[in-house]
């Protein structure tokens, strides 16, 4: 039997990127996956659709299903939960994702901007764990993991030669931050009821569709990427064990445990906690 045989699972943010890895590889591991972003098509120039990642799920044999909701209406989120069990059940693993950046010094981000970034960032996911609590602690237990970023850390003096310094990023950085704080407060409120909360974050750069102004940072400096499967892997350790609390890093927790990582329809061994990133390719 695979890991995650017979749980369901919701993935946020999961048509492209580190949502689309991460419900891969649970959908590798037995789990059947919901796959939620706001559309099912193209979305802009990015690559990647929801149907696109549902069938390349189903083409590795694994079962999922995609939901489209728009995070940032109240009320169309506040049915998600629901929504998403009408398609294999119960959830019984929460892998809160999806998330908004603006690159804007501090000094310029608007109200509306930062109003908008802290609904997606920090709202959407105590919204959704909300949903998500009381149905888990009638099934005894469940998992909630919520994606977050090395930028929520405070830089070292002298800012200038910090990686997590850089000034465009530090309103997105609160938001994380703030995501962090919420998220061990939540996790030993409900422990006790086999229910495990936990934040992930990249250790490096991910070099996704998305990150497209990070590629030429990593490619100038490569030991500061990380392939994909990194966070897929890091991701599946904490969203079947019974770890409370924890803010983890990638490459450490892969380290830590002793993982290997694997492709993300799970049929091959990439690597350790060392496997490099391919910089000449992005999902």
């Not at 069938?55 to 909701?69: D, F, H, L, P, Y």
Request: aromatic share 4%; proline share 4%; with cysteine.
């Amino acid at each position: 039997m695979n890991t995650l045989t017979g749980r369901t699972a919701l993935v946020t943010g999961a048509s492209r990127g580190i949502g689309l890895a991460i419900a891969r590889r649970f959908a590798a591991e037995g789990a059947s996956v919901v796959l939620c972003a706001s559309r099912l098509g193209a979305h802009g120039n990015l690559q990647g659709t929801l149907e696109d990642a549902v069938a390349a799920i189903q083409r590795q044999g694994g079962e999922a299903s995609a939901v489209a909701c728009d995070l940032s209406d109240p009320e169309s989120r506040a049915h998600l939960l629901a929504r998403a069990g009408e398609c294999f059940g119960a959830i019984d693993i929460l892998v809160n994702n999806a998330a908004a950046s603006k690159m804007l010094l501090p000094s310029a981000v608007t109200t509306a901007q930062r109003n908008f970034m802290f609904d997606l960032n920090l709202n959407v996911p105590i919204e959704l764990a909300q949903q998500a609590i009381p149905g888990m602690r009638e099934r005894d237990g469940g998992w909630i993991l919520n994606i977050s970023s090395r930028t929520c850390e405070q830089p070292a003096v002298p800012y200038r030669d910090s990686p997590t310094a850089a000034h465009v990023i530090a309103a997105y950085g609160a938001t994380k931050a703030a995501l962090n704080r919420y998220s061990t407060g939540l996790a030993h409120e409900v422990a006790g009821y086999g229910i495990y909360v936990n934040t992930l974050a990249p250790e490096n750069i991910v070099l996704t569709s998305g990150a497209e102004y990070v590629r030429d940072i990593a490619r100038r400096n490569p030991d500061m990427a990380e392939p994909v499967e990194m966070m897929a892997e890091a991701a599946l350790a904490l969203c079947h064990g019974s770890f409370v609390g924890q803010v983890c890093y990638s490459r450490q927790l892969v380290h830590s445990l002793g993982l290997q990582v694997k492709s993300l329809d799970g049929a091959a061994v990439l690597g350790d906690a060392f496997l490099p990133a391919d910089l000449d390719t992005s999902d």
